[in-house]
């Protein structure tokens, strides 16, 4: 089965590499997020915050 090209004529290839781009700068900025809360976290003694109570 072949795929068929979109509206905007971009070749699925091309869509596919920028899906694959933007999840992948997705994850490293919820790495980072991560490891700042995790640092935040330690910081404070490990005490949660009264919303997770």
Do not use: F, W, Y
């Not at 979109?6 to 490293?28: C, H, K, M, R, Y």
């Not at 919820?30 to 404070?44: G, I, P, S, T, W």
């Amino acid at each position: 089965m072949q795929k068929e090209s979109t509206v905007n004529s971009q070749p699925d290839e091309a869509i596919d590499e920028e899906l694959i781009d933007t999840l992948i700068v997705i994850s490293v900025v919820a790495k980072r997020l991560a490891a700042n809360l995790r640092k935040q976290n330690n910081e404070n003694g490990g005490k949660c915050d009264e919303q997770n109570e």
